[in-house]
Structure formats: structure tokens, C-alpha cells
């Protein structure tokens, strides 16, 4: 926000010099001013943080309604109690401490890696009949401008699902791709993991679809 008067006030540091426009602010800070406008950053502030929320609850809830391709993987009851078991850590397992991340439970990192590859197999003959609007509306994605992580199977799950999405959508041809045009500016981020590059759904289609230069 920019102030209206640009001039010098008339307090101890001189003669005030005014736009046409504006009031003139004294040399000398104005005890009023300052917590005026710190209490409209905290508003701006607490906005935000809701307007983010709202979103985040939405997403969910639209999600619990139309759940995606990918979401539908973990729904049914048995493959929730093979998650389940998957991500506990048994006495057997092998641990590992690595730079980044600290003391890490490899075995159990494996069977949640292997029941995720195993899910994702049975949707692989499901994704050449689906369309292009549907393709990219299975992506796992967060609105804009939040993003998020998933643990375990979820994780698995959510990376590799989006990849094999991607890839399908890669050889779809023009023809049918001209379908996301109206996806151009969309600013949804797609899950790439919690290493993975960033990547919008609008810079999905503007560059690695339709190959528009950057």
C-alpha cells in the first residue's frame, strides 16, 4: 500500500511541501498510524489463513463426494487393513539413518513402496479409455496457494498415480487435448512428491501438453 502524500512534514524536520492531494504527515512518527495499520495486516493476515482453510475443506469434501480414480484405491476395507499393517513397524525391520531425514525404517519404506506399485497396477488398463478432461481431473492436487504431503501407501499411491496420469495424458493427441485449453491458467499444484519439482496444472498443459515455449 502506498502512502497519498509524498512530502516532508511540518514537525522538527521542516516545512511540509503537499501534493494537491493527500494530508501531510508529520515528521515525527504519528501514533496513530502504526496501529491502525498493524491491525489491518493481522485482518489481512487472519483472511488469508481462512480463505486457505475454506479451500482445503472444500477440496476434502468435494473429494469424499466424487472420490478420484486414485482415491478409490484406498477405499475398500481390505486394502485399508493392508495399509494398516504395512505401515506399522515390526520387530524384524532393518533401520537406517540417512543424511537427510534421520533414522528411517527401510522395511517398513519398502512394503508401503510395493503394496503402492501393487494398487496402481490394477488401474493401468482403466486410464487409455478414460478422457483427457477426466485424466486430468484424477490428478492429486492442492488449491493454489497451499500444498501438502502424504505418509505411507498414501504417498505411493498419490506420486506414482500422477505420474502414470501424466505420462497418459503425454499421448493423447492434439485433437483431444484441445479439451484443456480452458485449464491454461489453472493454478491447482499436482502432488510431485515431497522432492519433486513444482508443477501447476495450468503449467501441465501450457507446457509439457500443448508445448508452448516458456
Not at 524536520?13 to 494530508?23: C, F
Not at 495486516?41 to 482453510?53: D, F, R, S
Not at 497396477?121 to 493454489?144: A, C
Request: proline residues 7%; hydrophobic residues 35%; aromatic residues 8%.
Amino acid at each position: 500500500m502506498k502512502d497519498a502524500s509524498n512530502k516532508r512534514g511540518a514537525g522538527k524536520g521542516g516545512t511540509a511541501v503537499l501534493w494537491p492531494v493527500g494530508r501531510t504527515w508529520p515528521a515525527l512518527p504519528d501514533r496513530e498510524r502504526w496501529p491502525n495499520m498493524t491491525r489491518f495486516l493481522h485482518l489481512l493476515a487472519m483472511l488469508l489463513l481462512l480463505n486457505g482453510c475454506a479451500s482445503n475443506k472444500q477440496q476434502a469434501s468435494e473429494e469424499s463426494e466424487h472420490p478420484s480414480i486414485l482415491d478409490k484405491l484406498l477405499l475398500p476395507s481390505d486394502v485399508v487393513a493392508r495399509v494398516k499393517a504395512a505401515e506399522c513397524d515390526l520387530p524384524t525391520d532393518k533401520w537406517e539413518t540417512l543424511s537427510k531425514i534421520g533414522r528411517t525404517n527401510r522395511s517398513r519404506c519398502a512394503r508401503e513402496g510395493s503394496l503402492g506399485i501393487e494398487l496402481l497396477e490394477k488401474i493401468k488398463p482403466q486410464l487409455p479409455g478414460m478422457s483427457v478432461r477426466k485424466l486430468l481431473d484424477s490428478l492429486k492436487t492442492f488449491p493454489y496457494p497451499g500444498y501438502g504431503s502424504f505418509d505411507g501407501v498414501e504417498y505411493a499411491v498419490y506420486q506414482g498415480g500422477n505420474e502414470m496420469i501424466i505420462e497418459e495424458l503425454k499421448r493423447r493427441p492434439k485433437s483431444q487435448l484441445a479439451a484443456l485449453t480452458p485449464f491454461r491458467e489453472d493454478r491447482r499444484a499436482i502432488w510431485t512428491g515431497d522432492s519433486g519439482p513444482p508443477l501447476s496444472v495450468g503449467e501441465l498443459v501450457r507446457y509439457d501438453l500443448f508445448k508452448e515455449p516458456y
